[in-house]
């Protein structure tokens, strides 16, 4: 599980203790650290968990990766061997007009960060998640409960 801030270490956690609970081997990583994990040099299976903070600017935590996963001279098939998925969190209380956002309004950089790896070849394990911090952060445990056995399947493969 590859995070980017703080909300996101704390669901990344519990992401884990679910993969781990269904006999998995996973582990939380800071998105900050990502050039330890070598994306896209050998197959993985990676779930992004990413906050969309005020203006839909990935935390601070999560700049450099979403940055280098945007760069035009990646390889179109860079990420031809990786299996994602992709929880963004947003927080619509941010946005100007709450009446009417959704969990898709606040968490661009998770639609960025899904669309950007899809196009760099990634196989997209299950739907993205998005999660809204107004409305207590629901779509959580759904997203937490369709991974698990998509990891199962990526896993096993």
Known sequence: MMYGGELAAEIAERVVAAAKGAGLSAAAVNMS?????KLGEEPQTVVFIVQSVENDE??????????FLKRKTNAADMFGKMKYSVLGLGDSNLLLDRQTTTAKDCNKVGQALDKRIAELGGTRMCDMGLADERTGLTEVEPFIEALIPALKEALAA
């Open 33 to 37: 650290d990502f050039k330890k994990c």
């Open 58 to 67: 990935p935390p601070e935590s999560a700049g450099s990766c979403v940055r």
